[in-house]
């Protein structure tokens, strides 16, 4: 069974920093392009940041610069650190992983920054 869970969210102040994180189990972790996705309320989910099995990054306009992924593949885990934050970063962040024609999710976690 697959299972990806999202951890690290929270309520932070304009300017602050979280670490978001998601730890996957059921696949095989490194052969998937891991992603975080988010989505605010009366939105629709937007890529936010992924990274491919080889490593390769790309990320949304939106936080490029302030938002880094990274993956450790010893822990099945995928990270996103998040600097600067801005109200308009608030949603729901879900963890993403993909390979071929299989997609998975996580349950989501909310990031709230306030003004």
């Known amino acids: 069974q697959v299972q990806l869970v999202e951890s690290g969210g929270g309520l932070v102040q304009a300017g602050g920093s979280l670490r978001l994180a998601c730890a996957a189990s059921?696949?095989?972790?490194?052969?998937?392009?891991m992603g975080w996705y988010r989505q605010a309320p009366g939105k629709q989910r937007e890529l936010v940041a992924r990274?491919?099995?080889?490593?390769?990054?790309n990320y949304a306009d939106s936080v490029k610069g302030r938002f880094t992924i990274s993956r450790n593949n010893a822990k099945n885990t995928v990270y996103l650190q998040m600097n600067s934050l801005k109200p308009e970063d608030t949603a729901v962040y879900y963890c993403?992983?993909?390979?071929?024609?299989?997609?998975?999710w996580g349950q989501g976690t909310q990031v709230t920054v306030s003004s």
């Open positions: 059921g696949i095989i972790f490194s052969l998937h392009t």
């Open positions: 990274i491919t099995f080889s490593e390769s990054t």
């Open positions: 993403n992983a993909i390979r071929g024609s299989n997609m998975y």
